[in-house]
């Protein structure tokens, strides 16, 4: 069946990089594309951003200057990278297939943002 | 960016009642409208895509409408297990964008 696990720090100090991986399962990332989403603690969902099947990318253009997503294929692996954290970017980071509607999703990964 | 905007950040029903949950977009989004589930401690749920289509395992008390800007999620015989968090996306232009969230309650 088709799963998604994120792994990522916990924990970040302000002015730090992010790096989070998305494992996924049961699907090739050649076949389809795979997205990034958070939410803030009590708050909404807000895209990131995608790595389409072929490797190429969308980004959310009010990060996009921050934010890079890539893969590993043969590793099943999607990376999230972001750069310059501060405390408003805590938040649950997710990530979910698809390519326009959002069929399947990880639990998850909680991101502090804190000194 | 589209905007999405869920009118109603709140919403409190009777068990057994009837639901409507509305969504207007910032612009024509020709039914590319997703809506989803989310319950507290967990990863939302899609519910419905295409603005209508209910996808596999949802129940059928679950329904979507609309055209144009203005979408609907409706939800007959409320059940306890309905309470969540429930958020409309459009998928028509980059960025994907979601409404604000409408959390409903059991009266």
């Known amino acids: 069946q088709v799963q998604l696990k994120e792994s990522g720090p916990g924990l970040v100090a302000p002015s730090q990089s992010l790096s989070i991986t998305c494992t996924v399962s049961?699907?090739?990332?050649?076949?389809?594309?795979v997205n990034w989403v958070r939410q803030p603690p009590g708050k909404g969902l807000e895209w990131l951003g995608m790595?389409?099947?072929?490797?190429?990318?969308d980004y959310n253009s009010a990060l996009k200057s921050r934010l890079s997503i890539s893969k590993d294929n043969s590793k099943s692996q999607v990376f999230l990278k972001m750069n310059s954290l501060q405390t408003d970017d805590t938040a649950m980071y997710y990530c979910a297939r698809g390519g326009n509607w959002f069929a399947y999703w990880g639990q998850g990964t909680l991101v502090t943002v804190s000194a | 960016d589209i905007q999405m905007t869920q009118s109603s950040s709140y919403l409190s029903v009777s068990l057994g009642g009837r639901v409507t949950i509305t969504c207007k977009a910032s612009?024509?989004?020709?039914?590319?409208l997703a809506w989803y589930q989310q319950k507290p401690g967990n990863a939302p749920r899609l519910l419905i895509s295409?603005?209508?289509s209910l996808e596999t395992g949802v129940p059928s008390r679950f329904s979507g409408s609309g055209s144009g800007k203005d979408y609907t999620l409706s939800i007959t015989s409320l059940q306890t297990e309905d309470v969540a968090t429930y958020y409309c996306q459009q998928y028509w232009s980059t960025p994907p964008t979601f409404g604000g969230g409408t959390k409903l309650e059991i009266k």
């Open positions: 790595i389409w099947g072929d490797g190429s990318t």
């Open positions: 049961g699907f090739s990332l050649t076949g389809y594309g």
């Open positions: 295409g603005a209508t």
């Open positions: 612009d024509h989004i020709n039914n590319w």
